[in-house]
């Protein structure tokens, strides 16, 4: 066959489409092997407790039901109070929702200032920002706690977005600044010419090219708060819990029996969030990675 | 419309000094394009009369008004960018008004300027379109639109036409130059290519380590320049620098040419005498252009300034209308013009003559005029 190109002829070796089939084969497997534990959470999530006592662990329900669910959102005890973790999911919109907002606007404009305003020393201030992509969670824990008190914010959730946009602070700036030194310098320059000023240039001309690492932004901020545990179970009061503590306590609540539908629907509930974004935002997320990475 | 002045002006970044005392004065509505090879501080320059940097010492004036501490908003100058710089989420209309609207003019003067510019560019059709839906040769002339709308004192170019692709960067360059005779407007204008610069400038600021090394008409330029580096920087293919001694054998002072083969000859240099006489048996440069080292001269039977030499032909470049002679003199080589109907194959010996009436000579250690 001299009129097929060489390509197309590998293509159709025995071993080319072995090895296909070996790719194949390898990439379902591990699809499987991350899609067991959701589906086994999920299965046991709508099976009655009797259906969980006598069947298997992957068995399908022998009876549908979302009782679970609702008692997970509405009814479950937690410690004492038995509301379900409906509360503790709204404590985590409420911290969620301002420590992204602040975090992310606050970055974009330390981004901006770091890479278009650069002033005496900038290089050494964004190099020592860096430094707190680093530290330990666990290090500043005393500091903030008696900071937060004498704030008068302690076991707040007010308290709680501080400590969020303190820490999440670092990250976004480097986001923001490394996605702004790929915008030609001259944009501001000429628009400096049209006469704009800092926070014109900023809102009219930085911003509306900023989508892609916003997006970036807005999903590590909001992947990394919302499944934060360390920080809400140290600096949340018993009103101001976000729901990953909640739902630690939840499974640690036994009153005889472990309802292990409704710490399936828990889980579910609690982790919800999360994987909406990834599903919605998620090819922005790539994009927004890649960007500047290749020019054009 | 304005002239512009600029006095003794230095810049440093840190310690290194970019610019080392600049001056030069244009008049209202001339064309002033800064040359100079990359690094030689013309950008910085540009970006001082902007106001996008803050100058060391020295005092720039737009019209009677010194703007030391203006800020580039205030200044009255419009600016083109090599990049465009367009600002990318808005579209061509939107590019034109930005900076009208920043400085609060009306909406239907807004749109009045829009037509007036888009009329004066025949961008009318782009108006709606978003920078990336433009070619690179519409994006330059969409920036150009954006500077013109604001009606400045003074144009600013960024090396506006390096983007662009050759035959694209000789017709934007008729048509700015176009431009230029129907608004009237005082330019400045910076470029690395030196035929942009010859073809545009009213006068021509070559620069060169922070320095202007020549400020003048660009035939000035090319028929006077100031030292070594000036008369290699302008002119293409660029000015053959011939190492030589000055002699005097009899009445005349000339200098020494040796062709190899054993050929030499004395080429005689008409000159008012004194200061040429100081140089006898010294070295210096003869720098003569290639055009004038050819196969023949219409007026050469007249002329006492064309010579006759003999040299071995080394290499031939073809450019369609002349043809590129390279021979070796003094063991320089030496590019010589010529019509591609009298050349000879490389190897062979050939007549060429040299005319003299506008070869220079330099000091070959401080590389000035002599």
Same mark, same amino acid.
């Given at each position: 066959?001299?009129?097929?190109?060489?390509?197309?002829?590998?293509?159709?070796?025995?071993?080319?489409?072995?090895?296909?089939?070996?790719?194949?084969?390898?990439?379902?497997?591990?699809?499987?092997? =991350?899609?067991?534990?959701?589906? $086994?959470?999920?299965?046991?999530?709508?099976?009655?407790? %009797?259906?969980?006592?006598?069947?298997?662990?992957?068995?399908?329900?022998?009876?549908?039901?979302?009782?679970?669910?609702?008692?997970?959102?509405?009814?479950?005890?937690?410690?004492?109070?038995?509301?379900?973790?409906?509360?503790?999911?709204?404590?985590?919109?409420?911290?969620?929702?301002?420590?992204?907002?602040?975090?992310?606007?606050?970055?974009?404009?330390?981004?901006?200032?770091?890479?278009?305003?650069?002033?005496?020393?900038?290089?050494?201030?964004?190099?020592?920002?860096?430094?707190?992509?680093?530290?330990?969670?666990?290090?500043?824990?005393?500091?903030?706690?008696?900071?937060?008190?004498?704030?008068?914010?302690?076991?707040?959730?007010?308290?709680?977005?501080? $400590?969020?946009?303190?820490?999440?602070?670092?990250?976004?700036?480097?986001?923001?600044?490394?996605?702004?030194?790929?915008?030609?310098?001259?944009?501001?320059?000429?628009?400096?010419?049209?006469?704009?000023?800092?926070?014109?240039?900023?809102?009219?001309?930085?911003?509306?090219?900023?989508?892609?690492?916003?997006?970036?932004?807005?999903?590590?901020?909001?992947?990394?708060?919302?499944?934060?545990?360390?920080?809400?179970?140290?600096?949340?009061?018993?009103?101001?819990?976000?729901?990953?503590?909640?739902?630690?306590?939840?499974?640690?609540?036994?009153?005889?029996?472990?309802?292990?539908?409704?710490?399936?629907?828990?889980?579910?509930?609690?982790?919800?969030?999360?994987?909406?974004?990834?599903?919605?935002?998620?090819?922005?997320?790539?994009?927004?990675?890649?960007?500047?990475?290749?020019?054009? | 419309?304005?002239?512009?002045?600029?006095?003794?002006?230095?810049?440093?970044?840190?310690?290194?000094? $970019?610019?080392?005392?600049?001056?030069?004065?244009?008049?209202?509505?001339?064309?002033?394009?800064?040359?100079?090879?990359?690094?030689?501080?013309?950008?910085?320059?540009?970006?001082?009369?902007?106001?996008?940097?803050?100058?060391?010492?020295?005092?720039?004036?737009?019209?009677?008004?010194?703007?030391?501490?203006?800020?580039?908003?205030?200044?009255?100058?419009?600016?083109?960018?090599?990049?465009?710089?367009?600002?990318?989420?808005?579209?061509?209309?939107?590019?034109?008004?930005?900076?009208?609207?920043?400085?609060?003019?009306?909406?239907?003067?807004?749109?009045?300027?829009?037509?007036?510019?888009?009329?004066?560019?025949?961008?009318?059709?782009?108006?709606?379109?978003?920078?990336?839906?433009?070619?690179?040769?519409?994006?330059?002339?969409?920036?150009?639109?954006?500077?013109?709308?604001?009606?400045?004192?003074?144009?600013?170019?960024?090396?506006?036409?390096?983007?662009?692709? %050759?035959?694209?960067?000789?017709?934007?360059?008729?048509?700015?130059?176009?431009?230029?005779?129907?608004?009237?407007?005082?330019?400045?204008?910076?470029?690395?290519?030196?035929?942009?610069?010859?073809?545009?400038?009213?006068?021509?600021?070559?620069?060169?380590?922070?320095?202007?090394?020549? =400020?003048?008409?660009?035939?000035?330029?090319?028929?006077?320049?100031?030292?070594?580096?000036?008369?290699?920087?302008?002119?293409?293919?660029?000015?053959?620098?011939?190492?030589?001694?000055?002699?005097?054998?009899?009445?005349?002072?000339?200098?020494?040419?040796?062709?190899?083969?054993?050929?030499?000859?004395?080429?005689?240099?008409?000159?008012?005498?004194?200061?040429?006489?100081?140089?006898?048996?010294?070295?210096?440069?003869?720098?003569?252009?290639?055009?004038?080292?050819?196969?023949? =001269?219409?007026?050469?039977?007249?002329?006492?300034?064309?010579?006759?030499?003999?040299?071995?032909?080394?290499?031939?470049?073809?450019?369609?209308?002349?043809?590129?002679?390279?021979?070796?003199?003094?063991?320089?080589?030496?590019?010589?013009?010529?019509?591609?109907?009298?050349?000879?194959?490389?190897?062979?010996?050939?007549?060429?003559?040299?005319?003299?009436?506008?070869?220079?000579?330099?000091?070959?250690?401080?590389?000035?005029?002599?």
């Amino acid at each position: 066959m001299p009129d097929k190109s060489p390509a197309t002829a590998m293509y159709q070796t025995p071993g080319a489409i072995f090895g296909r089939v070996v790719i194949y084969a390898i990439l379902i497997i591990a699809a499987i092997y =991350f899609l067991i534990p959701l589906f $086994v959470m999920v299965i046991t999530s709508i099976k009655t407790m %009797a259906d969980i006592r006598t069947g298997q662990l992957i068995s399908w329900p022998r009876e549908v039901t979302l009782d679970a669910w609702k008692e997970a959102w509405a009814t479950a005890c937690i410690g004492v109070k038995c509301a379900g973790i409906k509360g503790y999911f709204w404590n985590s919109v409420k911290m969620v929702i301002p420590s992204v907002a602040i975090s992310t606007l606050v970055g974009a404009a330390n981004g901006y200032v770091l890479s278009m305003w650069r002033f005496r020393g900038s290089d050494t201030f964004f190099s020592c920002l860096l430094l707190g992509c680093f530290i330990p969670f666990q290090v500043i824990l005393l500091p903030m706690a008696s900071t937060l008190g004498r704030l008068g914010i302690a076991q707040s959730i007010a308290g709680l977005v501080l $400590v969020h946009v303190v820490y999440g602070l670092a990250f976004t700036t480097l986001f923001f600044r490394n996605f702004y030194v790929t915008i030609p310098a001259d944009l501001v320059k000429a628009a400096k010419i049209d006469g704009a000023g800092f926070f014109r240039i900023f809102w009219k001309i930085i911003l509306p090219v900023s989508t892609p690492i916003f997006v970036v932004s807005i999903i590590w901020q909001m992947t990394q708060i919302w499944n934060d545990f360390l920080f809400g179970v140290a600096f949340s009061g018993s009103d101001s819990q976000p729901v990953t503590v909640a739902l630690n306590n939840l499974v640690n609540t036994s009153t005889g029996v472990v309802k292990y539908n409704v710490d399936m629907a828990a889980a579910i509930i609690a982790g919800l969030p999360t994987l909406c974004v990834y599903i919605v935002a998620g090819k922005y997320f790539l994009r927004g990675l890649t960007a500047g990475a290749v020019k054009g | 419309m304005s002239s512009l002045t600029i006095s003794d002006v230095t810049k440093r970044f840190g310690s290194v000094e $970019v610019l080392k005392g600049i001056s030069l004065r244009i008049e209202s509505g001339e064309f002033l394009v800064l040359v100079g090879p990359s690094g030689c501080g013309k950008s910085t320059l540009l970006n001082l009369i902007a106001g996008l940097e803050t100058i060391t010492s020295g005092e720039i004036k737009i019209g009677d008004r010194v703007v030391n501490n203006v800020r580039p908003k205030d200044r009255d100058i419009a600016m083109v960018f090599q990049s465009y710089a367009l600002y990318p989420n808005m579209n061509v209309r939107q590019n034109i008004a930005f900076g009208l609207e920043t400085r609060k003019v009306s909406k239907p003067q807004i749109q009045a300027t829009i037509q007036r510019v888009a009329g004066m560019l025949q961008i009318h059709e782009l108006l709606d379109r978003k920078p990336s839906q433009l070619s690179g040769g519409q994006r330059q002339r969409v920036a150009m639109g954006r500077a013109l709308a604001r009606d400045p004192a003074i144009f600013l170019f960024d090396e506006p036409l390096s983007n662009l692709d %050759a035959k694209l960067r000789v017709e934007m360059r008729t048509e700015i130059k176009l431009l230029h005779k129907r608004i009237d407007t005082t330019i400045v204008y910076v470029t690395h290519d030196q035929i942009e610069a010859m073809t545009l400038a009213d006068r021509i600021a070559i620069m060169k380590d922070g320095i202007i090394q020549q =400020f003048d008409t660009p035939q000035a330029v090319y028929d006077n320049p100031a030292n070594l580096f000036t008369a290699g920087f302008i002119g293409s293919p660029s000015m053959n620098f011939i190492p030589c001694q000055v002699t005097r054998p009899n009445t005349q002072t000339g200098v020494a040419l040796d062709t190899g083969n054993g050929k030499s000859y004395f080429l005689p240099l008409e000159r008012s005498g004194l200061e040429l006489d100081a140089w006898v048996n010294h070295e210096v440069i003869l720098g003569i252009r290639p055009e004038k080292i050819s196969h023949g =001269f219409v007026e050469q039977e007249a002329s006492h300034h064309i010579h006759e030499i003999e040299s071995t032909v080394e290499v031939l470049e073809p450019t369609g209308p002349d043809t590129l002679v390279f021979v070796h003199i003094n063991a320089t080589e030496v590019t010589c013009r010529v019509n591609p109907g009298h050349i000879k194959a490389p190897g062979e010996t050939m007549k060429l003559m040299m005319d003299t009436s506008n070869a220079l000579l330099f000091n070959p250690e401080t590389g000035e005029r002599i």
